[in-house]
T-cell receptor, first 114, second 112 residues
Framework: GAGVSQSPSNKVTEKGKDVELRCDPI?????LYWYRQRLGQGLEFLIY????????KSGLPSDRFSAERTGESVSTLTIQRTQQEDSAVYLC????????????FGEGSRLTVL | GENVEQHPSTLSVQEGDSAVIKCTYS??????FPWYKQELGKGPQLIID?????GEKKDQRIAVTLNKTAKHFSLHITETQPEDSAVYFC???????????FGAGTTVTVRA
């Protein structure tokens, strides 16, 4: 499809395990964002990638969170030693350009940490 | 950084009535204000946006207004329909910035 693709759509894991979430942005979109959405809350910025520039990691909540992006393609968000408070929907979005207008969101990866 | 507050958190309206959602922002340098609609199980989708050089924008049944002096902006949905039921998020972004700061969302329910 032509939209932003995220996988897995649902992930249930045990506390302490590591998880990896994947985002495939729209082809040609140089900007990629990860947001976290806790139940009933707004979207919390995590990290931003723009082309080959250094990413803005200022929103990552702890050093257990990391993300990578290969060029202008797929991105992976990794959460190590998951905690129950990490349970949320992780949304990826992509956009054209350095100062983008519309963000195109994927359907999210719902993470449940037991 | 930018702080966006959104009210109300829930809104129930009769089909055909209007719905209004209000947001305030803290950074006077913000110049872009989009609204996103999120349906159940989906990612948010842009429905309308406004830039700081205009005070109002309309697109069919939805309109946004911006008051830069008071640092608030609003979404108006007229003649509401059941398919308008969703969570709506306002957001703001400063000039030369790339991060959108989102409000906490408003769950709109349109009663048939």
């Amino acid at each position: 499809g032509a939209g932003v693709s995220q996988s897995p759509s649902n992930k249930v894991t045990e506390k302490g395990k590591d998880v990896e979430l994947r985002c495939d942005p729209i082809s040609g979109h140089t900007a990629l964002y990860w947001y976290r959405q806790r139940l009933g809350q707004g979207l919390e910025f995590l990290i931003y990638f723009q082309g080959n520039s250094a990413p803005d990691k200022s929103g990552l909540p702890s050093d257990r969170f990391s993300a990578e992006r290969t060029g202008e393609s797929v991105s992976t968000l990794t959460i190590q030693r998951t905690q129950q408070e990490d349970s949320a929907v992780y949304l990826c979005a992509s956009s054209i350009g350095r100062v983008p207008g519309e963000l195109f969101f994927g359907e999210g990866s719902r993470l449940t940490v037991l | 950084g930018e702080n966006v507050e959104q009210h109300p958190s829930t809104l129930s309206v009769q089909e055909g009535d209007s719905a209004v959602i209000k947001c305030t922002y803290s950074d006077s340098a913000s110049n872009y204000f989009p609204w996103y609609k999120q349906e159940l199980g989906k990612g948010p989708q842009l429905i309308i946006d406004i830039r700081s050089n205009v005070g109002e924008k309309k697109d069919q049944r939805i309109a946004v207004t911006l008051n830069k002096t008071a640092k608030h902006f609003s979404l108006h949905i007229t003649e509401t329909q059941p398919e308008d039921s969703a969570v709506y998020f306002c957001a703001a972004r400063g000039s030369n910035d790339y991060k959108l700061s989102f409000g906490a969302g408003t769950t709109v329910t349109v009663r048939a």
